[in-house]
């Protein structure tokens, strides 16, 4: 009777034990779920492939005088044209603010004004200096081959590329105010005035531009990731729909961009629509993941298929043996 | 008609001890295709699912995928081939089948049935490679595989035919095992060392240890182009001259050999 006491208590002992340890990493799973979005990116390929474009709409509605290719490079304006994107790998760090201006606000002529700007005293020691704070990011490397309607050559064109992608998005808003300020000190310094150089202000519809055009990858869930980025950049010409961002654009005539993320965090799919819903441009993606499992998994079913086939006929050899003794 | 009916007659009884081999070593086929598939998933699927980056290119990861492979094959040839002619005589087999069958035929079709499921093996380990290889990089499936999957077969002929050599005159395949294991891994080594104690620059391409790393360097695309690597003529010319020159000495040795 004692004993059996004994080991009802020490079942709800562990019970309990158990409970505590669950309801702990539960809340621990809630109060980061607000905070910190998780890494979604897995090992492997991506291909796009240009599978729509419609060159005379996108000439009347997007833009006369630019094609595709000057949003994506390569060949992106070809449909059929095909662009890989292999990550190899990733890793936690943090960074100062000067990497964040140089990796998410930049855009290419800004980039290659920056040297200058440098050598007026505005590098990453000054911006660093004025704006020091760390941010955990995640770090991933890749290699990537632009859109090409030939075949993919072994090494990619764009080898050992490294990129990153915020762990909290709310912490783009301060990053975000102070690219603005440091944005305004350039254009405001008399002597880069006279050299005619200048940053571009940003509002929050450009940043979610460049920051789509630029596949910058978003953390898990990723509705939540940019719902969040949404609100804290206070983007008004960008909604989001799901795992999909839609922007409202003018080019030549009112248009849509509707980008969506795939359950990794990384662009899948990019549509450009005119105001009626007609698509003139579509980019797709594909997995080579999916051919492996679908050959794993016919492999494994026909090793199974002739197991059992095997099984059931031993077993029918035998039955038919043991059969012919009895009757004898 | 009549030397027609002659040449069935010689391929008939090599048809059958081919079919019977298979059939008798099945099991062990089963065994070292697991083995080779494990390997391959262990260093080649599994560090990278639980977090290590990924090769370069595709042709590092070929590579990276078949320096293990050849220590595996070099095992299964030796496991393989070992018995191939010493097992009639430990187990008294011979006593039954030689009366009914010629020396020849019987080694000819013991040796062709090995090498088939050798072969078979190394195919196992070249598709499971380039499948997941196709799951990380896509396309385009790199075809230097079939140089080094070229290699590979010379290697297995060549280095069964040393087995099959060892197999003709030694009384058990646990011996020839360890004889052409510790040849390969320790043998040519000391050769090499001793001889390039004299001949310092002297490339040693007597040496199958030294050959067979032609078949994962073989993957690198810089292969052709970087002096660094063995020469691919020197190579075929090597393993050709193992290959062929040691099965004729089996082959002498085997009729020779009394019950």
């Not at chain 1, 990129?163 to 254009?187: D, K, L, V, W």
């Not at chain 1, 819903?277 to 794993?296: A, C, E, L, M």
Request: with cysteine; aromatic share 20%; net charge neutral.
């Amino acid at each position: 009777m004692w004993r059996l006491k004994n080991m009802k208590n020490r079942k709800q002992m562990l019970l309990l034990f158990l409970g505590i340890i669950l309801i702990n990493n539960c809340l621990i799973t809630i109060l980061k779920a607000n905070s910190n979005f998780t890494n979604g990116l897995e090992l492997g390929t991506q291909i796009y492939e240009v599978k729509h474009f419609d060159e005379i709409t996108w000439k009347n509605t997007v833009n006369f005088t630019k094609n595709p290719n000057h949003w994506f490079g390569g060949e992106a304006n070809i449909v059929g044209a095909k662009s890989k994107l292999t990550i190899e790998g990733w890793y936690y760090t943090n960074f100062m603010t000067s990497v964040f201006f140089a990796t998410f606000f930049y855009s290419n002529k800004t980039l290659s004004l920056f040297p200058i700007v440098k050598s007026y005293g505005y590098g990453e020691t000054y911006i660093n200096e004025y704006y020091s704070h760390y941010y955990t990011v995640c770090s991933y490397d890749y290699h990537y081959w632009p859109f090409t309607t030939g075949e993919f050559d072994i090494h990619p064109s764009y080898d050992m590329e490294h990129s990153m992608f915020m762990q909290n998005p709310q912490e783009f808003q301060p990053i975000f105010e102070n690219y603005n300020e440091f944005a305004g000190i350039i254009t405001n310094d008399t002597t880069l005035q006279s050299l005619n150089i200048s940053f571009p202000f940003l509002t929050g519809d450009d940043f979610m531009w460049q920051f789509v055009m630029n596949r910058f990858v978003v953390g898990t869930p990723i509705n939540d990731y940019l719902t969040t980025m949404l609100n804290v950049l206070e983007s008004k010409n960008v909604t989001i729909q799901d795992n999909t961002l839609i922007f409202q654009r003018l080019g030549e005539q009112n248009y849509t961009v509707e980008v969506t993320y795939n359950k990794q965090g990384i662009m899948e799919t990019f549509n450009v629509k005119n105001s009626e819903g007609y698509t003139i441009y579509k980019i797709t993606s594909s997995y080579p993941k999916t051919v492996f499992f679908i050959i794993v998994g016919i492999i494994a079913s026909s090793v199974l298929g002739i197991v059992i086939l095997f099984v059931i006929k031993k077993n029918y050899v035998k039955d038919t043996t043991s059969n012919r003794k009895t009757k004898n | 008609m009549a030397s027609g009916n002659r040449v069935f007659g010689t391929l008939k009884p090599i048809f059958h001890t081919f079919i019977f081999e298979l059939t008798s070593h099945g099991k062990k086929f089963i065994t070292f295709s697991m083995i080779t598939i494990l390997q391959v998933f262990l260093f080649n699927y599994l560090p990278f699912i639980i977090g290590s980056h990924l090769s370069g290119s595709l042709d590092w990861f070929y590579f990276e995928g078949t320096i293990y492979f050849v220590i595996i094959l070099t095992f299964t040839i030796c496991f393989f081939f070992s018995g191939i002619i010493c097992s009639e005589y430990k187990d008294k087999t011979g006593l039954t089948i030689l009366p009914l069958i010629n020396k020849h035929e019987l080694i000819i079709g013991k040796y062709l049935a090995n090498l088939f499921l050798v072969i078979g093996i190394a195919t196992i380990h070249y598709l499971t490679l380039i499948l997941l290889g196709y799951n990380f990089y896509g396309e385009p499936v790199f075809y230097s595989w079939i140089l080094s999957y070229g290699f590979s077969i010379l290697y297995i002929v060549a280095l069964g035919s040393i087995a099959t050599f060892f197999s003709s005159f030694m009384s058990s395949p646990s011996s020839v095992f360890i004889v052409v294991f510790g040849f390969m891994y320790i043998g040519f080594d000391l050769l090499s060392q001793f001889v390039q104690a004299f001949y310092f620059d002297f490339e040693p391409f007597y040496s199958l240890a030294y050959i067979s790393v032609i078949i994962p360097n073989i993957l690198l695309q810089d292969f052709f182009t970087s002096r660094m690597y063995i020469s691919v003529e020197g190579a075929i010319a090597v393993l050709l001259f193992y290959a062929i020159s040691f099965f004729i000495l089996a082959l002498l040795l085997f009729t020779r050999r009394e019950l």
